[in-house]
Structures are given as C-alpha cells and as structure tokens.
C-alpha cells in the first residue's frame, strides 16, 4: 500500500534541509502498522507527534494502529507555542 | 548572590525616587520576578483599584539569573493589575533591557502615583532622575523615543521600556517595549504606564552580578548549556522560530480563523514559516532576513524581516524604517494577524506587527479585537459610516493595514478597536463575539481540538494565556480530557517558577526544573532544589488567584466563549467536538486545594504558607 506522509517542523538539520519537512509518498506491504511506516521513516522512538488522517494517535497505540492504502500521516515534533 | 538586594520606588505623584532594600524573606518564598513582584504588589494596592487610577503600581521585576551568565538571562517582568483584564498581570520580556536594569544596581523598580505631566525615569547606576517628558517624547513612537533618549543622553548603550502612542492614549492591550520590539505584550500593561504618565525607564548600569558560588555557577551553566544548545529544540527555534506552530495547528484544527469561526485557515501557506523564506517575485528577497537573540540566549528565536518595497501598505506612503529590517512574525503575531482576521498577505501581516512594535500594542489582542470587529460588521453592527468606507470584512489585508493604525492613535474606528474584544462586544450587543478569557485575547490554539489549553486558559491568572500552562504534548496526542487537569495545574506551577527566576520559558523542554534549580541555588544560595521551585510555584499561583478572588473574580471568569462550549468545530481533530471544560474544571480545583468556588481552602492555603 502507499501512504502520503506530510513532514512538519522536523529538525533543520534534519532529513528536511529548510527544516520545515515536505510531503512524500511511502511504500509499506499490506498489514502495516503506524509504529512500522515510522520505522521506515526513521522517526520511531524519536518523541514525534502523529496525526492519520484527521486523528491524533498516542505513542501507545501505534504500533496498534494499521494503516490503510491512501492513508495520509502527519508527523510534527512536540513543538510549543510562544 | 546574584539579587542586588536593592528596590528603587518610583513615586511619580510627588516626582521622588527612593532606594529601599529587596524584602529578602519574600524573595526566599516567591524568588523574584513574576513570583515576588506579585507578593509586592498583593502586598501594596487595594486589589479593587482601578487598573488606570495613580492608586495601582507597576513595577519593573528582574529575577536572581537575569543579567547572569544563564542561558537566556535576560527576561524582565511588567507586573501589575492588568487594564485589559482588571486581574493580576504579568507580562514577560526579553531583549537586553532586564539585564541592564539589574547592571545599574537594582532587582526592582516599583512605580506608583501619577505624574502631574509627562516624565520619563533615567537611570545610570544608582543615580535616579525624573525627567520631563512633554515636548521631547511624548507624542512620540517607540523607536523615536528609544532614538531620542540615546542621543540626548550621549550613550548608544542605553536601554530602554516605553509605550507609544498605544500606551498614551489608554489603549487597554498597549504594551511596554524594550529593545525596539521586545515587548512586555499582555493585559495591558503599557495602558497603565500611560496612565502614570510615564513614558520611558531609561537605563544604564555598568556594575556586575555576583552569584552567591561562583565556581558552582559556573559548572552549573555549562552543564545546563550542554543540555540546551545541542537540542532539537534549539536547533528548531533558531532555524524557524515559532511559526512551524502555524502548520502544526492548521493540520490539527485547532488554528484560530476568522475569529474561531473556522479550526483551519485554507491560506496557510500564504503566511507560514515556508512563506517568511521564500524569495519574493518583486524583489527576489524573502521576509526573513535571519534569526537574533535576547541578552544571554543560546537560542536565538527572535525573527528579523524585512518587508517587500512594493507592498501597498508601504510604497510611497514614505515610511523608510518600514522598508528596514525589523522585529518578524512569530507565530503568535503571525496566526493573529493573519489567520484570525482571514488576512492571506503575509506583508500586510509584517506591516502591521512592525505596527503594533512601533507604537505598542500587543499583536494578540489588537489581531483579536479585529477579528471581533470584522464579524460584527459583516454583521451589519458596524457600519461603513463609522469605518469611513472601509471594507473591514475578513480577509481584506487593507482594513488589516489601516486598523492596525487608527488603533494605535485612537482616530476613527480606531477607537473602538482600542477598547478591545470584550469591550468591543458588549458595547456593540454582541459579548459573544469576544473570543477572550477575563478580557484577554485568545493566543493561537482553538480550545475544541485541544481541549488542555481551554482549561488553561480558563483557569489562567491573567486571562487567556498559551505560556501560563504548558498541555501541548498532551493536547497533540488526544482530543480528549483525560488527565488533562493534572497536567494544566503541574505545568501551571513550573510555568510560575520559571517565570521567576529571569529565564526563558523556552528553555524548558530541553531543561527540566532541577536545572533551574541547579542554576538557581549557585546563583542564589539558600538550598533551592527541583521539589522547591515547584512548591514556590505552587505559592505564586495562588497567591495570584487569591489576588483576582479579592480583586472581584469568582468561578464564572474561570469559562470559556460560548462558541467554544457550545458551537462544535467544523473540520480537524476536533471536528465535532466543543470544550469539555466542565468535566475538566471540578477536577482541576480538586488537584489546587479549592472549594467548589474556586477559592483556596484554609487546609491549602496554610501548606503553602501563603
């Protein structure tokens, strides 16, 4: 299945080179979970927020949580406001 | 240790300036800043005054690290009874004013009365003068004023706080600005300066800090720093500031548009931290020219942009410092002046933040009192008469550019949006346009998608807040309440230690509180330690709550806009859903020690030895 995955606010120096992410599409077999499209990500364990689709998923319930083919990924670092 | 152990009262009624020494067991209970200013200040007015009558003080607050060494030694505190929101106010800022207040020898100064004419206060060290003010600054812009202190005085080292015209006039969201734009920003604190008429705290200091064990401190600010400086989080500030917030939020649903009609503003990418890089097609520069720092800041958060020449709000309309580099979006501006009056023109956003720094006004609450001025005249409340033709719909960036100034000198519909969003609403029949807590302007976070930050701005001591109380982790993992209550009252205490101590709040992430308390107790002496700072925390917000009880609050401004408890979101993570702050509310007063009413009950208030 495909996802499109949507990158925000990642480290500048990071995979993103104006730190601010992108979007991609990302290729997992069938049965994926959301823990297994981070890991290929590289982002697992590393303390991201996650949206799919329009729902926050908890850090506890990725590795749960099977994804879809055209499922949309939203990952942000656990930014503040000021 | 590193409090100068010095006050300097300011009586502005009878043109007298007066040492006294700092109320040292004060300071071991509330630490300084934001903690001890507001025991000073409990301990000194009539919490019923009129916020704009000579009987309120305001007072100019260092903390024991600022001027230090400390990473981000520089914050500085307005504390006060807010004109915006007639409850206890503290607004932070950084620039290099705080340190320099505390090189001239001073922890605190605490203003009080009112100047029969302008003045402004001049300070070199301990030497502290009076000085008239009418026909030099008064009248005057912000950068004038800082200009025309530092050439009169023959210094460029001066630092200085000043209001503009938005102070003057009694602007209720006009703000203090040091550093020609850092800016003490909320709850009206620059109105209260006004209403002293005192225009401006010039200062020069050139002694030093000393810390109470200097061979400690240092080893306490580089450790720290080796946590801070190779942080994601500082990398990610320096690289972009706040403004990634705008996407996050947008993609969440809980970015305020069009005066929380709408969780998402489909122009994001018009006004975001993408747009500030981007080369312009007029002039092939972008907005953001690059990032600066406060004094002492290994961060560097702080934007500087530059606006497009050709841009109608500035070409051949003269204004050649509007076509310099100056003080940036951030996201706080940003979604304010942007996504919540509709506004998808990130120059006009720039114009008018350069604005708001110019003449002080909080960006927040003057974007807010907009937006609630936008719906009432798509109402059909306010008229074209009264806006002299002006289109103030949602999204025109030209009512966005012309407001921002009528507001700034009170002229035409400029005073009404002077008044703010609260004000603005009830003199207009409608309160319910008003998306504020006890008067204060909403930051940028919808409450209905995370539902953390409704009960922390609801239970905020100076109304609306995004930096009383920190739920965001929990907010972005969940839509929902669980926990939440906890998580408002633990991080409100932190905040409140923090905010004490003369640091930044941005550190925190990357530092947890043993390291303030680290650097705190080198600094200070006396055996600060993690489960301290908390404590004193815990003392300082209710020493706050017990204020506004006093002052005239009660439970009922402990609530949320109607739109937010009543009206569900249409789209996002929330859609669907309004505020829960009812089920949040009795649990949160249950974790404080309170009654039913939101009072501090006898049991808590003895613990924390208030």
Known sequence: MRVRVRLIALDPHGAAPDGLGGSRDLDLPDGATLADGLRALGLEGAGMMVMVNDGPVPPESRADHGLADGDGITVFPPIQGG | ?610
């Open chain 2, 1 to 610: 240790m590193s409090w100068q152990g010095k006050i300097l009262r300011v009586d502005l009624t009878h043109r007298r300036c007066t040492a006294e020494p700092l109320n040292m067991d004060w300071a071991a209970r509330y630490l300084g800043q934001r903690g001890l200013a507001s025991k000073y200040l409990a301990e000194e007015i009539d919490p019923r005054v009129d916020p704009l009558a000579p009987g309120n003080k305001l007072i100019f607050a260092t903390g024991p690290l600022t001027g230090t060494m400390s990473a981000t030694g520089g914050r500085w505190s307005a504390v006060t009874k807010g004109a915006l929101t007639n409850a206890i106010a503290c607004s932070n800022s950084g620039g290099q004013f705080g340190a320099e207040l505390k090189f001239a020898g001073w922890d605190f100064v605490i203003v009080e009365g009112r100047a029969e004419a302008p003045v402004y206060l001049w300070l070199e060290d301990d030497k502290a003068e009076l000085l008239d003010a009418e026909g030099f600054i008064w009248g005057r812009s912000v950068w004038d004023t800082e200009r025309l202190i530092r050439e009169r005085h023959r210094d460029p080292l001066i630092r200085i706080a000043s209001i503009g015209r938005a102070g003057e006039i009694g602007v209720r969201y006009a703000c203090i600005v040091n550093d020609l734009d850092r800016a003490a920003g909320r709850s009206g604190v620059g109105a209260v300066m006004g209403s002293k008429n005192l225009k401006a705290v010039a200062v020069r200091g050139t002694t030093g800090v000393k810390a109470h064990d200097p061979a400690g401190f240092l080893a306490a600010v580089a450790a720290t720093r080796g946590k801070l400086d190779p942080s994601p989080t500082r990398r990610r500030l320096a690289a972009n500031g706040t403004m990634p917030m705008m996407d996050v939020t947008n993609a969440y649903g809980s970015l305020p548009t069009r005066n929380c009609q709408d969780v998402q503003f489909e122009h994001t990418d018009q006004v975001n931290a993408a747009r500030m890089r981007k080369p312009r097609e007029t002039d092939g520069k972008a907005n953001l020219v690059r990032n600066k720092a406060c004094f002492g800041c290994t961060i560097g958060c702080g934007r500087v942009a530059r606006m497009d020449p050709t841009h109608f709000a500035v070409a051949g309309r003269g204004r050649e410092r509007y076509r310099k580099a100056g003080g940036g979006l951030e996201y706080e501006s940003g979604f304010a002046l942007a996504a919540m009056v509709g506004v998808d023109d990130i120059e006009a956003a720039t114009f008018a933040n350069f604005v708001c720094n110019e003449h002080g006004m909080d960006p927040i609450s003057f974007g807010g009192t907009l937006s609630a001025a936008m719906e009432l005249f798509e109402a059909g409340l306010i008229t074209p008469e009264q806006t002299d033709g002006l289109d103030l719909r949602f999204g025109s960036a030209e009512a966005l550019v012309k407001t921002v100034e009528l507001a700034a000198t009170g002229e035409g519909i400029g005073a009404d949006l002077g008044l703010g969003s609260k004000r603005l609403g009830e003199k207009y029949g409608r309160p319910d346009v008003s998306m504020s807590v006890k008067g204060q302007e909403f930051p940028g976070y919808d409450p209905r998608a995370m539902q953390g930050m409704g009960l922390a701005y609801a239970t905020s001591n100076r109304g609306a807040c995004h930096l009383r109380a920190s739920p965001y982790t929990a907010d972005f993992a969940s839509v929902d309440t669980d926990g939440r209550a906890q998580v408002v009252k633990e991080t409100q205490d932190e905040n409140a230690a923090i905010d004490s101590t003369g640091l930044c709040a941005f550190t925190h992430g990357p530092w947890d509180i043993a390291d303030y308390a680290l650097q705190v107790d080198a600094a200070c002496g006396g055996g600060w330690d993690a489960a301290r700072l908390v404590a004193t925390g815990e003392r300082i917000h209710n020493l706050e709550r017990r204020f506004n009880l006093a002052a005239g609050l009660t439970r009922a401004d402990d609530t949320l806009p109607d739109r937010i408890l009543k009206v569900a979101a249409k789209s996002g993570a929330g859609k669907g859903r309004v505020n829960d702050l009812h089920v949040m509310l009795p649990e949160y007063y249950r974790l404080r020690g309170w009654d039913e009413n939101g009072v501090p009950t006898n049991e808590t208030i003895q613990r924390l030895d208030l």
